[in-house]
């Protein structure tokens, strides 16, 4: 089942600005499971430190990025290692393009080990993604509160709970009007990993 998000806002106050389409089942929990166990034990996971207000202090989560890796690719000053696609994340890859019909160059996963584990507000804006890039966002194991924000408006805000196997496309102008989060939540106990699907220009 598809679920179209449009962030046309409250009351027409800000026009059409972007666009996202949500699929709950995408993987089944069959397959959800398995590739929770395959990325958690196969992936090489490193917890990267960033500077926030001058001093550097470690990202709450862990991450990895896959991909062509000749293409460089970095963000908030990180700049990535990226390893070749592996059998379980080129798998997921493919059926991703398949239904977005956009092709990936890599994918940036984030290993949220429980609810202290956290992806603060920001943009997948990149130069190197090109105008209105297309984000596919994969989501295994626990269920997580994902959290829209207008860049401009930032009193308005829009959210959803991104569930066990789903798929979140985000496109059009989304990336450019509307930063995303995925907050603190102290009574979530389990992990879950989530993979953001991107094209990198050369």
Same mark, same amino acid.
Do not use: C
């Given at each position: ?13 800000? @026009? ?32 990267? @430190? ?9 990202? @709450? ?7 062509? @890796? ?17 059998p379980v994340l080129q798998g997921i890859k493919n059926r991703v393009e398949d239904l ?84 603190k939540r102290k009574r979530v106990s389990r992990p879950r990993i989530n993979l953001t ?6």
């Amino acid at each position: 089942m598809q679920q179209k998000l449009f962030f046309d806002s409250v009351n027409n106050l800000i @026009p059409f600005d972007g666009e996202a389409d949500y699929f709950p089942e995408f993987f089944t929990k069959e397959e959800s499971a398995r590739h929770f166990l395959d990325l958690r034990q196969k992936v090489i996971w490193k917890q990267e @430190p960033i500077k926030i207000f001058g001093k550097e202090v470690m990202q @709450p989560r862990l991450t990895a990025l896959y991909g062509n @890796p000749d293409i460089p690719y970095g963000y908030s000053g990180i700049e990535m290692e990226s390893h070749e696609w592996i059998p379980v994340l080129q798998g997921i890859k493919n059926r991703v393009e398949d239904l977005a019909g956009q092709e990936f160059t890599h994918v940036l996963l984030n290993y949220y080990r429980d609810g202290q584990d956290s992806m603060g507000w920001h943009r997948d804006n990149e130069s190197v993604l090109g105008k209105n890039p297309v984000i596919a966002s994969v989501s295994f194991g626990e269920e997580r509160e994902f959290q829209f924000r207008h860049y401009e408006r930032k009193q308005i805000k829009r959210k959803i709970m991104l569930q066990n196997g789903s798929l979140l496309i985000m496109k059009g102008a989304t990336q450019h009007f509307w930063e995303h989060q995925l907050p603190k939540r102290k009574r979530v106990s389990r992990p879950r990993i989530n993979l953001t699907f991107r094209k990198i220009l050369t």
